[in-house]
């Protein structure tokens, strides 16, 4: 039986969402379909959500669930008189907040986006910034960097370096480990430069086989043995000059950036 | 007086801080520092970080806010320990939703990670179009564009689909209008042929005018009379071609994106 989750807010809801998706990935065997809907900000607008919840619910032939970081109590009552189960996020942990703190929340619609504003300069540049320096460009900007990705084609790195600008701040750039650099077996002149800003990528052949598959189909570049040969033979180079590495086969973008963070001990600059 | 939040989990602590920050933003004058506290996952840890928030509380002389999203129940009851005041948004909403759901949670270490990984795919294919495709790339790959961003340089359009690519598994591409192109009064060839997948970005010359200052000082690049002769002709160009467009110049990253999503109807391939 299928059932629908809604992530309404007066803003973008991707504090919703994230909130709501981590909750239910708790449960197994799920059948989901997720709806955000962001900037319900009127009280049209809410009425018009209810609408859709309602239809959901007649469709699913089950209550939807709503997960909602609506601030103002108005509108939140209208998404209220609907058929779905609701999960009322910021009045749950709003009053328990004002006691610790002390002090009223402000209840201004949008007022997380203005929190964040001031971290945005920060933010752009470091994508700017992973974007330049994106699959071995020039190095000149090595002296800017947080941490530079090494590892051979696919195993990760330019998302892991926009992630980590984008949600951090953090100036990453990455090197690709051509076949060249691993036949002579040593780092390129302007990685050893660089050499304690570097951290490793790896990844299972197989996997990486199977992504690299996908770019160009039966491919040697996509063959497990070249595969298998690259992983060898980076893994080496790595061992070799003490690079920290990490294996990506099963892990998120997410993941892949808190790890890089925690053990090359990056504060960021999102605030 | 200054007060310390940490957000805990056993996974990257994302949820957690994402939840946290959009709580605290609905406080006023909050002088707050955010310690991110990933990967506790046993009980050594769990005790390690019981004494880092009573080290804080300490030095603030207040208690320290804590926000977890922690599976383990041993792992929350040492953290309970501390001297912080613990918002535990799991255990919060997880009763609830067993109930709404009529099924047990699984409370698996990591499940949400689980849970996204076969996303994996799709967004990274999308980050490496947004890569690809960036700055007025080739063109040839604008049949596999969900949307194409036009605007000046520094209007938002780089960051903004790095994010529809990292957030939503969006393909976003992106086309610099040049000084060229707005003398010439006309849209390059190659976007009017994909004209129906442009979205504009516009921005207030002033702003536009310090973003740049910051990246070229003092040159005519950056003049304020030159990015309101710009930004004057880029918007007479878009209302020319009928071109939907967006001032960005007081948005975050995540509200622009999701801007565009709602007004082209775009649904993103996150699930």
């Not at 907040?97 to 986006?113: D, R």
């Not at 491919?219 to 990506?248: H, K, M, W």
């Amino acid at each position: 039986m299928k059932r629908t989750a809604f992530f309404v807010s007066d803003g973008t809801g991707i504090t919703a969402e994230t909130l709501g998706e981590a909750l239910l990935a708790q449960f197994e065997g799920l059948e989901m379909e997720f709806v955000r809907m962001p900037y319900v900000d009127t009280q049209d607008k809410a009425r018009a959500a209810v609408e859709e919840i309602n239809a959901a619910a007649a469709r699913d032939g089950c209550a939807p669930l709503i997960f909602d970081t609506v601030v103002d109590q108005h509108l939140r009552q209208i998404l209220g008189t609907s058929a779905g189960s609701m999960f009322d996020i910021f009045a749950t942990f709003l009053a328990p907040l004002e006691q610790a703190l002390g002090k009223p929340s402000s209840f201004t619609v949008g007022g997380f986006h203005h929190a964040q504003h001031h971290h945005y300069y920060q933010r752009i540049d470091a994508i700017h910034y992973a974007m330049a320096n994106d699959d071995g460009a020039s190095g000149s900007e090595y002296a800017r960097a947080d941490v530079i990705l090494v590892g051979v084609s696919r195993s990760g790195k330019t998302p892991s370096c926009v992630y980590l600008a984008m949600q951090f701040g953090v100036h990453a750039a990455n090197y690709p480990i051509t076949e060249e650099d691993l036949d002579r077996g040593r780092l390129p002149p302007v990685l050893v430069a660089a050499q304690e800003r570097l951290f490793g990528l790896t990844i299972d052949p197989e996997r990486l086989a199977s992504i690299r598959h996908a770019r160009r189909p039966d491919s040697r570049y996509a063959s497990i043995r070249q595969c298998e040969d690259e992983v060898r033979q980076v893994e080496g180079l790595f061992r070799r000059y003490r690079i920290p590495f990490l294996n990506t086969t099963r892990m998120s973008v997410e993941e892949i950036a808190t790890r890089i963070m925690m053990e090359k001990a990056i504060q960021g600059r999102k605030r």
